[in-house]
């Protein structure tokens, strides 16, 4: 399954709304998609799994939607920890693939 | 806490085979909750699956590595190994080892960097 990102980087200000999709090829079965947040020099980290289930410790300002091929995560009144690269990964498949990310940066 | 800390020649040789390991913090290798799971990142480039391996043994490898790429488990030193045959340039990155209760990455290592160069 081929995973697409949108768009490649959003420039936002802080407290501003962050939306980013990711698309697949082909219907993901069981909506096994998650959510990384990626910052400069660190680890990724999971926010989301099976499309919507927040992760331990993720505040609520995230939020994470779709199924079949077509996912979101928006990030609500954006903080200045929350800047980075996203990136989306299917595991509906014997073969998982990560989407190509996006990129938040501070306008 | 589940930890996990990830080892390497941080500089392999073009053609030769790189190994990578993985150790698991708190005896948490022997859960058979879990798939072992190595990511790599090249240089300013977006994530990339090279496989997983669960205690039950069952592999699965990304077929973009062409058959270079198996993994194993020691559970007497609690370990996960990662090996990738015939590396060239395009192998340079940053290697994660993450593990989860499906095939995604639920808690990730720090990363061991990898340089294919002679």
């Known amino acids: 399954i081929v995973l697409t990102q949108s768009p490649d980087t959003l420039s936002l200000s802080p407290g501003e709304r962050a939306i980013l999709s990711c698309r697949a090829s082909q219907n993901i079965a069981s909506n096994y998609l998650v959510w990384y947040q990626q910052k400069l020099g660190q680890a990724p980290r999971l926010l989301f799994y099976d499309a919507g289930r927040r992760a331990a410790g993720v505040p609520d300002r995230f939020s994470g939607s779709g199924s079949g091929t077509d996912f979101t995560l928006i990030i609500n009144s954006l903080e200045p920890e929350d800047f980075g690269v996203f990136y989306c990964?299917?595991?509906?498949?014997?073969?998982?693939?990560f989407g190509g990310g996006t990129t938040v940066e501070m306008k | 806490q589940l930890q996990l800390q990830e080892s390497g020649p941080g500089l392999v040789k073009p053609s030769e085979t790189l190994s990578l390991t993985c150790r698991v913090s708190n005896d948490y290798i022997s859960n058979n909750y879990f798939y072992w799971i190595w990511i790599r990142q090249a240089p300013g480039k977006g994530l990339e699956w090279i496989g997983s391996?669960?205690?039950?043994?069952?592999?699965q490898y990304s077929p973009s590595l062409w058959g270079r790429a198996s993994m194993s488990i020691d559970m007497s030193k609690d370990e996960v190994s990662l090996r990738l045959t015939s590396v060239t340039a395009a192998d340079t990155g940053l290697y994660f080892c993450?593990?989860?209760?499906?095939?995604?990455?639920?808690?990730w290592g720090r990363g061991t960097h990898v340089t294919v160069s002679s």
């Open positions: 990964q299917q595991y509906g498949t014997s073969i998982p693939t």
């Open positions: 993450a593990c989860g209760p499906r095939p995604r990455a639920d808690r």
């Open positions: 391996i669960h205690n039950t043994g069952v592999t």
